[in-house]
Structures are given as C-alpha cells and as structure tokens.
C-alpha cells in the first residue's frame, strides 16, 4: 500500500502524526510529511485511521 | 423537546436561548432531520448545518469570506488577524503564526501545566464540592496561555475582564446597542494595553511570543504595530475563553454519564479519544460567521452576495451521514473528523495548545476525583454562542 498525501490540501490539524506517528511527521509549522512512502503490512490499519481522521481529507492511498 | 426552541415551519432557531446552550444536541438533531438551512431570528441570518455544507463553505473563503466589515464587530476598530482577513493575506500571516503553535512549541508548557493543576485540585480536594468554572476551567487554561504568550500572570484578572467585557458585556444579549458600545470601550483598553507590550518587548527583548511578534519579519518587513494589535486582540479572545468552555462542557457531560466518567477515569489510555469525541460532541464554539462574496443557491434557498452567512459547526457535528451513531458518545469512534476547531485555511491555530490543556487537565482531575456529580437540586447556567458552563456547581465523596 501506497501513501499519498497532498500537501495542498494539509492545513497542520495534526490527527495524523497524533494517531500514526511511525507513519507522518510535523514540518517546522506543523504541517504533515510523509516518513515512508510504502505502509508496511503491520502498520496499515493505523495508516486507514490516520487518512479517516484527517478533515482536510488529505491522505490517501494508491 | 426543542419545538419552542426552533420551528421547523420557518426554520428558526432560537440560538441565545437558555435551554439551547445548557442541551443543544437534542434540538439541533431535530433540526439537522427537518432543515438543511435554518435562520436566526434575530437577525434573519442563514444558518448552514449539514456536515457536508459546513465544509465545502469553509474550504472555499473565496465565497464565504471571512472579512465581515461592519457586521459583528467585537470592540475592535480593524479586522483581527488571522481570522478576519481572507487567503491570500490570510495564508502569509498564517506562514509566520503557524509555526509557534505546533504540536512541538506548545508541549514545552506541560510540566507548569499539570503542575498548576494539581494544585488547583490540592485547593478544592478535601471542601468535596467546587464551582468548576472559578475553581478549575478558568484559571487552568488562562495561566498556561499567558505563560505560552510571555503575558504576566498577575494580571490573570484584567485580562479575563478585557476578554470578558468585549466576548459577554454586561448586558442582556438582546441589548444590542448597549452591547455594541461596552464592546467598543473595552476593545480600547486591549489595544492600550498591548501599545505598551509591543513598546516594552521592543526595548527589552524576551524569549516569549510577543518578542516574536515584534521580531518576525513578513515578507521581508517587519510587522506594523498595527498588525501585532490585530493579532494579540484575536489571541487575547481565542485563547482565554475557548478552553474554559469546553472544559466546562466536557466535565458537565460527565457529571451525568457515569460509564463515561468510569472508562475515562479507570482507562487513561482513552483520553485522546474522549477529548476528541468531546469536542464533537460539544462543539462548544458552535457558529462561525462568514459574509458572501456572490450570489448562491444552496438547497433550494438563494443567498445574495453581501449577506451574513452563519456556519453552523455545533450542528455539522451531530450529522448522521459523516458520524454514523452520531446521537452515541463513542471515545473509539473509529473515524473523527469532527469541525470544532474549523477547516480549512483558518483553522484554528491554537489546536495543539487546546488539546495539550484539554488532556493534561481533564487526566488530572480524574487521577485526583474520578466520581463526581452535579450538586443536586443545582441547575447549572451556560452562556450562548461560546458555549461556557458559567455556573457549574460539582460534588464528590471526600477521601
Ligand atoms: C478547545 C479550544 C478551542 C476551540 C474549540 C477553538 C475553536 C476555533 C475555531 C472553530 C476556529 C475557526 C474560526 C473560523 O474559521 O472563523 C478557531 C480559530 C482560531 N483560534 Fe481557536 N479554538 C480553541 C482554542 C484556541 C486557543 C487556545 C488559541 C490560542 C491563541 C486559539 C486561537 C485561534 C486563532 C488565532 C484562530 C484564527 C485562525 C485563522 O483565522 O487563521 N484557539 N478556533
Ligand atoms: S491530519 Fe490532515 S490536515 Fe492534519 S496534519 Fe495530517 S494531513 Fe495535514
């Protein structure tokens, strides 16, 4: 599984580096980064909760 | 239940109502079924209430601007920054504001934060009952918030007064004229106060915020005095009010909903959770008001442009379509994407210092009194529009 985030679209609400921080990161204004671009098996439902939580809607997988 | 409250014939809502800021999810449930677009009667106003209306206008500023000119002025004499000012501007404050609010910039508060709890408890612990709102929901946040913005904390009581005098005059709301100029006389005081702020930080430098503010450069430029005034007046009514309330929201609802206390009290590791499904719940700053740029039609009804537009977060919030069981306090509800602090590009910027305050705050007191009650034969008293538990009297068994 693949993880997309459009950065566009982040405005820094957090949810996802709070809920799956293996996954996202916080630039220096707190905005989301991507800290890998494949999910590993084991992390993907917590990468689903993450993307469920963002209300920007700014997550998604390919 | 609500019928006197809001009329489902003309779609009014009686917003200032007593009974609707004490227990506003039953009303507002009856109205989410019956009407999309509600109105303030008041005002005549529109009222956006679905969950997927209520996003789509606060992702798009270019419609439902932000810049409200004459329409609901509190005491200042120029638009407060960030809010009041549409993207693109908006967007650039945002850039140099942003990056003092992260998640990372608000934890440095945590030790003085919970400190400052316990001993808030300590004080009330052994009498077995408190007034929340004086004991525990004001003086919590408001000390954490003028330590984060290098504000002195002596002063706790004049800004609570300045914040006060411009958020709830002392006036009946409906007094509109007497409030408007209550309003305007305590707006001048905030902006005397902080012309002397901006002079002292710029003589003497400290480590803290309002440094910041006098330091940061926008584009190259400093900021005018002006700007800083915008922000500080915005940070002065964001900051104090917001989380007093819901910290009164969230401990009334748990006063009666025994399990609920019970979970958050014997499982911590629910916290995140419940503060989350809290806030959705609550929704305690329930409308954000907007002015159209142009002419729209939205579910049958036009709106013309230049009219005030109210979005209704408190009501998105209890939409069955985003939040299946959404009438059901879940702390694991699965997906949460609740507005309480907005969308889009204003969303609010002390987000991370709220939840920080909202947790440290809400686990201490449960590790310190896990079962509580509202005092009974006591009815507690909320104010409208920022929903605050004014009089919120609680009981305990003594240990
Ligand atoms: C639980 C507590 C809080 C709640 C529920 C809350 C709610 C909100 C909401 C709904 C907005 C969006 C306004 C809009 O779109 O017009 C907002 C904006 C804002 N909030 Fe908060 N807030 C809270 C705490 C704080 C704190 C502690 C601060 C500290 C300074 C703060 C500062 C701001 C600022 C500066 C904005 C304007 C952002 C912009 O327009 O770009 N808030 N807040
Ligand atoms: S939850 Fe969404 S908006 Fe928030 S930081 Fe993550 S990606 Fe950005």
Partial sequence: MKLCLESGLCVGHGRCYELAPELFAADESGHALLRVAVVPPELESKARRAADNCPESAIGFE | ?399
């Fill in chain 2, 1 to 399: 239940m609500g019928e006197e409250i809001f009329n489902a014939a003309t779609g009014a809502i009686d917003i200032i109502a007593p009974e609707f800021a004490l227990n506003p999810q039953p009303t507002i449930r009856a109205m989410l079924e019956q009407c999309p677009i509600a109105n303030i009667p008041y005002t005549g106003w529109a009222l956006l209430t679905r969950y997927e209306d209520v996003a789509w206008a606060l992702r798009h500023p270019e419609i439902f601007s932000s810049e409200m000119g004459d329409f609901l002025q509190l005491g200042n004499v120029r638009p407060m920054i960030p809010q009041q000012i549409d993207p693109p501007l908006q967007v650039r404050f945002r850039k140099i504001l942003d990056s003092q609010f992260t998640k990372k910039m608000v934890a440095r508060i945590e030790p003085a934060l919970r400190e400052h709890a316990r001993s808030l408890i300590a004080a009330i612990i052994e009498q077995g009952e408190c007034e929340f709102d004086a004991a525990y929901a004001i003086p919590l946040p408001c000390k954490a918030f003028l330590e984060f913005m290098g504000l002195p904390v002596e002063e706790m009581e004049l800004f609570l007064a300045m914040k006060n005098g411009v958020i709830r005059p002392d006036a009946p709301p409906i007094d509109m004229v007497r409030c408007t100029q209550l309003r305007a006389e305590t707006g001048q005081q905030i902006y005397r106060y902080f012309e002397k702020l901006i002079d002292a930080r710029s003589a003497a430098p400290r480590e803290d915020l309002m440094t910041y503010l006098v330091q940061v450069e926008l584009e190259g430029r400093r900021l005018t005095r002006e700007e800083i005034l915008d922000i500080c007046y915005l940070f002065l009514l964001g900051g104090l009010d917001t989380v007093t309330a819901t910290l009164g929201c969230n401990m009334a609802y748990l006063a009666e909903h025994p399990a609920h206390r019970r979970r958050l009290s014997r499982d911590p590791s629910c916290l995140e959770g419940a503060v989350e499904e809290l806030l959705r719940w609550e929704t305690p700053v329930t409308i954000l008001p907007r002015v159209l740029k142009q002419d729209i039609e939205l579910h049958g009804i036009s709106m013309a442009a230049g009219q005030v537009v109210n979005i209704m977060i408190s009501a998105a919030d209890l939409d069955e379509t985003e939040f299946p069981r959404s009438g059901e306090v879940d702390f694991d509800r699965e997906r949460n994407r609740h507005l309480a602090f907005g969308l889009g590009p204003h969303r609010c910027l002390g987000s991370h210092l709220a939840r920080i305050e909202l947790r440290v705050g809400m686990e201490e007191w449960h590790r310190a009194i896990p079962d509580y009650a509202i005092k009974p034969g006591e009815i507690p008293r909320v104010s409208p529009g920022i929903r605050e538990f004014q009089y919120l009297p609680l009981v305990w068994g003594k240990r």
